[in-house]
């Protein structure tokens, strides 16, 4: 069975083999518009590279304003030991209501009470992870789902500047323009604190509602305008998202300059309404321990800190 993806520079269909030789590198060219890429196979997954950055071994993402990408990327084994350490934080109720184990918590029951019924042809359900980054999030996939990493930063995915480069994703996919997969793909696709930074939004969800399979799920974060910490910062005069004492930063304009895009609770599932999900599920974020973030999402959840939803293609 081959992986099909499509040219972000022109859509045209590209075909890898599933059975690549491992520790192998290969160069193609689209049919089509001969935009080069490259795959790389590894020992359990393999690297797809739309940008040809690997090759360059260089990183022209600009992050947070900088000239150049600053991100320092962090080992597999630290990001393991950092998960765990949290895990036990969380256990214990000392962590606060973190983006990590409330999609965690709900995908346990969405895994057993809506995928699993409808995956009758024997195939591995599909998972994309939007902005993977190092792959955090990839570990909340059940073991038998193959999972797709999407980036456009190799320096954020560890295949720059790294010494363990394989991805915690079975397939990692580096790509600048049009997002490189079919349509009805996946199950679920995971975009978390993308868009905000987007320039237009609605067609970025709109292309991510055309890879979901009909019933597929959508979970999707962003930082909320109306936050306590943006609140304070107004009335106080300040606009730049700094609370004084609480030292949170919400807005923080004009020196983040990498937000472009601003959601309420109320507004992002108005958002998704319009384009054809159903909100199955919200969450309202706030920075402090659990027990006490449950009874301000409780009272106060417009004024949480980050937004959080479960949406499913209609």
């Known amino acids: 069975m081959k992986e099909i993806f499509r040219c972000p520079k022109c859509s045209n269909l590209i075909e890898i083999p599933k059975k690549l030789e491992q520790e192998s590198e290969y160069s193609k060219k689209c049919d089509n518009c001969?935009?080069?890429?490259?795959?790389?196979?590894?020992?359990?997954?393999?690297?797809?590279?739309?940008?040809?950055?690997?090759?360059?071994?260089?990183?022209?993402?600009?992050?947070?304003?900088?000239?150049?990408?600053?991100?320092?990327?962090?080992?597999?084994?630290?990001?393991?030991?950092k998960i765990e350490e949290r895990k036990s934080r969380y256990v214990n109720?000392?962590?606060?209501?973190?983006r990590y184990f409330?999609?965690?918590?709900?995908?346990?029951?969405?895994?057993?009470f809506k995928i699993k019924k409808r995956s009758t042809s024997g195939e591995n359900l599909k998972g994309l992870d939007v902005g993977c980054?190092?792959?955090?999030?990839a570990t909340l996939f059940p073991k038998d789902m193959k999972i797709y990493g999407l980036d456009i930063c190799?320096?954020?995915?560890?295949?720059?500047?790294?010494?363990?480069?394989?991805?915690?994703?079975?397939?990692?996919?580096?790509?600048?323009?049009?997002?490189?997969?079919?349509?009805n793909s996946f199950d679920i696709i995971l975009a978390l604190e993308i868009i905000e930074h987007l320039v237009n939004p609605r067609d970025f969800v709109l292309q991510l509602r055309d890879l979901l399979k009909k019933g597929g799920l959508l979970v999707i974060s962003t930082?909320?305008?109306?936050?306590?910490?943006?609140?304070?910062?107004?009335?106080?005069?300040?606009?730049?998202?700094?609370?004084?004492?609480?030292?949170?930063?919400?807005?923080?304009?004009?020196?983040?300059?990498?937000?472009l895009r601003f959601f309420t609770m109320r507004s992002l599932k108005t958002?998704?309404?319009?384009?054809?999900?159903?909100?199955?599920?919200?969450?309202?974020?706030?920075?402090?321990?659990?027990k006490i973030s449950r009874v301000l999402?409780?009272?106060?959840?417009?004024?949480?800190?980050?937004l959080l939803i479960f949406a499913q293609k209609r």
């Open 223 to 259: 930082p909320n305008l109306a936050s306590y910490s943006n609140r304070i910062s107004l009335l106080l005069g300040r606009g730049d998202g700094r609370v004084p004492l609480l030292k949170r930063i919400g807005i923080e304009f004009p020196t983040q300059s990498m937000h």
């Open 34 to 81: 001969e935009n080069p890429y490259t795959i790389i196979k590894l020992e359990h997954n393999y690297i797809v590279d739309f940008k040809n950055a690997l090759n360059s071994g260089k990183c022209e993402c600009i992050r947070e304003g900088h000239r150049e990408c600053n991100f320092e990327p962090v080992s597999r084994q630290k990001l393991l030991k």
């Open 102 to 112: 409330e999609i965690n918590d709900f995908l346990k029951f969405f895994f057993q």
């Open 154 to 183: 190799p320096r954020k995915t560890r295949l720059i500047d790294s010494n363990d480069p394989e991805p915690f994703h079975d397939v990692l996919v580096l790509y600048d323009g049009t997002i490189p997969f079919t349509k």
């Open 271 to 290: 958002f998704l309404q319009g384009l054809r999900f159903e909100i199955i599920k919200e969450k309202a974020l706030f920075p402090f321990r659990r």
């Open 133 to 137: 980054a190092q792959g955090e999030f």
């Open 93 to 98: 109720h000392l962590l606060n209501s973190n």
């Open 297 to 306: 999402e409780t009272l106060a959840a417009g004024w949480c800190e980050d």
